[in-house]
């Protein structure tokens, strides 16, 4: 028992080095003295990256709060072995299910996207009639914010570090290219994952009022999102 309180202790400390590391390079990444001017292109996706940044240090202050419960819970508890096999089995679950490595069945929301089918306006850009990975990127944030457990697009696992890239009228997601339509499935408290595209002031809806995307948004229980591995 107090070897497993140690090694719980272990992981908090390498998490908080870890936190404080990403903290430290995003800070030093702004004082380059060879670059005082930058575009506004470059301006935007540094406010990208720095987006992503703090939704990886957000998740891994979540991932330190867990760890910090399953130290109370092994304190309060009594030392019974059936006590302890409860708590590793509950933690051994919940990480795979935030890293991807198991199937996730629950409620949730199916968003079917495709390019905007309205007729190109007299100097309007080609480009805004066009969904592009940058949009499905925004929204997969978004549902992230909403608390989604699991989330997949054209049935590909999301992991913490998957990647999305366009490529052409198709998207790459973890090194896969998919055509349209692009279908994002993901699993949590409905409503909330819900109010998160369709509400006023969502990105989703920006979309769709302003460049006319089409974007389809479903309510379905027992959405099934398999792990990463395909074949599973």
Do not use: W
Not at 171 to 179: M, R
């Amino acid at each position: 028992m107090n070897k497993r309180k140690k090694y719980i202790k272990q992981k908090m400390v390498m998490l908080c080095a870890f936190i404080l590391g990403i903290l430290i390079a995003i800070y030093i990444k702004t004082l380059n003295p060879e670059k005082v001017y930058i575009t506004l292109e470059e301006k935007k996706n540094l406010e990208h990256k720095i987006e992503i940044e703090n939704k990886q240090i957000e998740k891994l202050r979540n991932i330190k709060l867990e760890y910090e419960k399953d130290l109370e819970a092994y304190e309060q508890r009594s030392l019974n072995e059936k006590s302890v096999k409860e708590l590793m089995e509950y933690e051994l679950s919940y990480l795979k299910d935030v890293t991807g490595e198991s199937k996730v069945i629950g409620d949730g929301i199916i968003i079917t996207i495709k390019d905007s089918e309205n007729d190109l306006k007299e100097n309007q850009n080609p480009n805004e009639l066009i969904v592009h990975d940058i949009d499905i990127l925004r929204i997969v944030n978004d549902l992230k914010k909403a608390g989604a457990i699991a989330i997949s697009i054209n049935g590909e696992r999301l992991l913490t570090l998957s990647k999305i890239k366009c490529s052409g009228s198709t998207i790459k997601v973890n090194d896969t290219t998919y055509g349209q339509p692009f279908i994002i499935k993901a699993i949590g408290d409905l409503n909330t994952l819900k109010a998160s595209v369709t509400s006023p002031q969502s990105y989703t809806n920006i979309l769709q009022e302003v460049y006319g995307i089409y974007i389809k948004v479903e309510e379905k229980n027992d959405i099934i999102i398999n792990s990463f591995k395909k074949y599973e």
